[in-house]
């Protein structure tokens, strides 16, 4: 029989997604079997899983972390905004609609079943779920139906870990806040708390985390210091992306407009890593380098709202400029369909029916179609013969004269278009692949030095040290409870 334990924040953005990570690579270090499970995510960061679905990009890095496959269990239901106010709702993988932030409010109760479903699924496989809640169960509006916090721990009847963060100032109203707004129910759920994102002698935090337990009766798990390399991880939040803007000195400029939908984006993180890369995300109001030596576009959850962004930024002459200086200009899934010369929404996927011009340096033409296209893909860069590998997640078809000129050749298929110094795919994380990145680089002039995949698991053997240095292990497993599956 499993037992399992939910890690909550006193808010978004406090370090739940990588805690949990760590815990679970330290607990896998343990020899147990473990799994990741989030109820309910809101994330435009997704991963193609190895049943065929999507779930958040988080869970995939835990079930890594775990060393297992991410599977569409370990995050039954994902939301993927596309405007202010509305989003996809995923189920358990697949694609179950669109609603507004007010309708899901009023239907979320509906999913638990296939919350539960999938957590007793996942929970027959292992020895420890560790659980990751969503934003805050402080948030008392979002009570009433809730499958992401409280909600999920009450029908699931699994304990709960709060947890504060420092870095952000009030870290002792956040933790007694939530008590307080809580009622007794939820209260009894919550078995210890811990602080995350310390920065320098963490002595100087005693009384307050002694003051902490005193006014709530809950036991301290840890205060855990800052884990500085936690940047090499790939992001799930968007708040997150200032970090991979990580120059690296002398070496060539990559260029990533910030457009208000932005997905997919861990694409940008073996560049960040690469030395010789100095890669810069430009925010609204700042232009395009003319020193850029690429403009990368990666993937949007709402290409044409997103192209209307580009524009409205001015970007779009300042692609339009560096092209003429001679620049390359990679699109990649919503970026690609940018490039092209049309994309046509028919079926209202992303809004009103109709038809936009696209920024025209592909003579391709992109069709939104209500069939998501996942798949994960390998092949080669056509121009170097390098390998690479990763993955699909988008809604349309492109075609074109330049799809005749192929940028990759994907299990026995050309893929993308290309003209001189123009290129687009649809396939994610190609930059995840030592060859291709090495090549691709090699062309822009600069020189690859790391070995991605390696790094990013020592970057989680570190993390699973720094919890099991920092973090009670002894007493989380003590606080967790027994499930039957």
């Given at each position: 029989m499993a037992k399992a334990i939910m890690i909550q924040g006193t808010g978004s953005n406090v370090g739940k997604s990588i805690i949990v990570t760590g815990i679970l690579r330290a607990l896998r270090a343990r020899g147990l079997n473990v799994r990741p499970f989030k109820p309910q995510n809101m994330s435009n960061n997704a991963a193609v899983t190895s049943d065929g679905g999507e779930i958040g990009r988080a869970q995939a890095l835990q079930a890594r972390a775990c060393g297992v496959a991410p599977h569409t269990d370990m995050n039954?239901?994902?939301?993927?905004p596309q405007t202010a106010t509305g989003a996809q709702v995923i189920v358990q993988g697949k694609v179950a609609g669109q609603q507004e932030a007010r309708a899901f409010g009023r239907n979320k109760i509906d999913l638990m079943p296939a919350v539960l479903e999938s957590f007793q699924r996942l929970a027959a496989q292992c020895d420890v779920v560790v659980i990751e809640g969503a934003g805050s169960p402080a948030e008392t509006n979002l009570r009433a139906g809730d499958i992401a916090n409280m909600g999920f721990a009450r029908a699931a009847g699994v304990p709960v870990i709060l947890m504060g963060d420092i870095d952000r100032g009030g870290v002792i109203a956040q933790i007694v806040g939530t008590k307080a707004v809580l009622d007794d129910a939820d209260n009894a759920l919550i078995k210890g708390f811990c602080v995350n994102k310390f920065r320098g002698d963490r002595s100087l935090f005693d009384a307050g985390r002694d003051d902490i337990a005193a006014r709530t009766g809950w036991r301290s798990l840890g205060v855990l210091p800052w884990f500085e390399t936690a940047y090499r991880l790939p992001a799930e939040d968007v708040m997150d992306l200032p970090a991979?803007?990580?120059?690296?000195?002398a070496g060539i400029v990559i260029a990533v407009p910030q457009l208000p939908r932005i997905a997919n984006f861990d694409d940008l993180d073996p560049l960040a890593a690469e030395p010789s890369v100095d890669l810069r995300m430009i925010t609204n109001g700042t232009a395009i380098p003319a020193e850029a030596d690429l403009v990368l576009l990666v993937g949007s959850k709402s290409t044409i709202a997103d192209l209307a962004a580009l524009r409205e930024a001015g970007w779009?002459?300042?692609?339009?400029?560096?092209i003429r200086r001679g620049g390359h200009v990679l699109g990649l899934c919503g970026g690609y369909q940018m490039l092209g010369k049309t994309i046509s929404d028919p079926?209202?996927?992303e809004g009103a029916s109709g038809m936009v011009a696209g920024l025209g340096h592909l003579d391709v033409q992109t069709v939104l179609?209500?069939?998501?296209?996942?798949?994960?893909?390998?092949?080669?860069?056509?121009?170097?013969?390098?390998?690479v590998s990763g993955y699909e997640i988008h809604?349309?078809?492109t075609t074109g004269l330049d799809c005749e000129r192929p940028w990759l050749c994907l299990d026995g298929f050309a893929e993308g278009a290309s003209t001189g110094r123009v290129y687009g795919s649809y396939l994610h994380g190609l930059f995840a692949s030592d060859s291709f990145r090495a090549a691709?680089?090699?062309?822009?002039?600069?020189?690859?030095?790391?070995?991605?995949?390696?790094?990013i698991e020592e970057t989680l053997d570190a993390l699973g040290q720094h919890i099991e240095t920092y973090f009670d292990l002894d007493g989380l497993l003590a606080a967790a409870a027994e499930v039957s599956a």
């Amino acid at each position: 029989m499993a037992k399992a334990i939910m890690i909550q924040g006193t808010g978004s953005n406090v370090g739940k997604s990588i805690i949990v990570t760590g815990i679970l690579r330290a607990l896998r270090a343990r020899g147990l079997n473990v799994r990741p499970f989030k109820p309910q995510n809101m994330s435009n960061n997704a991963a193609v899983t190895s049943d065929g679905g999507e779930i958040g990009r988080a869970q995939a890095l835990q079930a890594r972390a775990c060393g297992v496959a991410p599977h569409t269990d370990m995050n039954p239901v994902l939301l993927k905004p596309q405007t202010a106010t509305g989003a996809q709702v995923i189920v358990q993988g697949k694609v179950a609609g669109q609603q507004e932030a007010r309708a899901f409010g009023r239907n979320k109760i509906d999913l638990m079943p296939a919350v539960l479903e999938s957590f007793q699924r996942l929970a027959a496989q292992c020895d420890v779920v560790v659980i990751e809640g969503a934003g805050s169960p402080a948030e008392t509006n979002l009570r009433a139906g809730d499958i992401a916090n409280m909600g999920f721990a009450r029908a699931a009847g699994v304990p709960v870990i709060l947890m504060g963060d420092i870095d952000r100032g009030g870290v002792i109203a956040q933790i007694v806040g939530t008590k307080a707004v809580l009622d007794d129910a939820d209260n009894a759920l919550i078995k210890g708390f811990c602080v995350n994102k310390f920065r320098g002698d963490r002595s100087l935090f005693d009384a307050g985390r002694d003051d902490i337990a005193a006014r709530t009766g809950w036991r301290s798990l840890g205060v855990l210091p800052w884990f500085e390399t936690a940047y090499r991880l790939p992001a799930e939040d968007v708040m997150d992306l200032p970090a991979r803007s990580r120059s690296g000195g002398a070496g060539i400029v990559i260029a990533v407009p910030q457009l208000p939908r932005i997905a997919n984006f861990d694409d940008l993180d073996p560049l960040a890593a690469e030395p010789s890369v100095d890669l810069r995300m430009i925010t609204n109001g700042t232009a395009i380098p003319a020193e850029a030596d690429l403009v990368l576009l990666v993937g949007s959850k709402s290409t044409i709202a997103d192209l209307a962004a580009l524009r409205e930024a001015g970007w779009d002459i300042d692609i339009a400029a560096h092209i003429r200086r001679g620049g390359h200009v990679l699109g990649l899934c919503g970026g690609y369909q940018m490039l092209g010369k049309t994309i046509s929404d028919p079926d209202g996927i992303e809004g009103a029916s109709g038809m936009v011009a696209g920024l025209g340096h592909l003579d391709v033409q992109t069709v939104l179609e209500p069939l998501k296209h996942l798949a994960q893909r390998s092949g080669t860069h056509i121009a170097s013969g390098a390998d690479v590998s990763g993955y699909e997640i988008h809604m349309g078809a492109t075609t074109g004269l330049d799809c005749e000129r192929p940028w990759l050749c994907l299990d026995g298929f050309a893929e993308g278009a290309s003209t001189g110094r123009v290129y687009g795919s649809y396939l994610h994380g190609l930059f995840a692949s030592d060859s291709f990145r090495a090549a691709y680089l090699g062309m822009l002039g600069a020189q690859a030095s790391i070995v991605f995949e390696d790094m990013i698991e020592e970057t989680l053997d570190a993390l699973g040290q720094h919890i099991e240095t920092y973090f009670d292990l002894d007493g989380l497993l003590a606080a967790a409870a027994e499930v039957s599956a």
